[in-house]
């Protein structure tokens, strides 16, 4: 019975260091994002994401896409920690994306070629995009 409970609490202690370790990662993913850019400026990267929420499902996985891969990824984590508890997976495969450019000329691109259709519009480059039809 003591050898159970020893590697029961084993587990339970490295699961307590995965979540710290977790913790750190994201802290410091945030903390290193880059500045949103000019047509951002002023604006707390996270304050950018919290008028999506009343366009956004309340749970499940949404779509997340950005011009670039590095600032996509740094974007993308922000937005999973703003609109928690849904799941905000990188690229387009969802019924909803945030669509996060840094203007709307980028977000009329990506809307041109008819997959995916405008659902609101919060800030320039930043919008809610459902699927367009079958």
């Known amino acids: ?3 159970l409970r020893s590697t029961i609490c084993t587990i339970v202690m490295l699961l307590a260091a995965l979540r710290a370790i977790w913790l750190v990662w994201i802290t410091l993913a945030v903390s290193s994002a880059p500045d949103p850019g000019p047509d951002h400026a002023g604006q707390d990267a996270f304050s950018r994401f919290e008028p999506l929420r009343p366009h956004l ?3 499940g996985t949404i779509g997340f896409v950005a ?3 590095q600032h996509g990824q740094r974007q ?3 937005a999973q920690y703003v609109l928690a508890p849904l799941v905000v997976d990188t690229g387009d495969g969802h019924l909803v994306v ?3 450019f840094s203007d709307d000329s980028q977000l009329q691109l ?3 070629d008819g997959r995916y259709q405008l ?3 919060v800030a320039a480059g930043l919008a809610v995009v459902e ?3 079958p």
Request: glycine share 4%; net charge positive; proline share 8%.
């Open 1 to 3: 019975m003591s050898r």
């Open 131 to 133: 699927r367009a039809g």
């Open 57 to 59: 499902p309340a749970e």
């Open 67 to 69: 011009p670039s891969a």
């Open 76 to 78: 993308r984590d922000i």
């Open 119 to 121: 659902a609101a519009r």
């Open 110 to 112: 990506f809307l041109a």
């Open 98 to 100: 945030v669509a996060d």
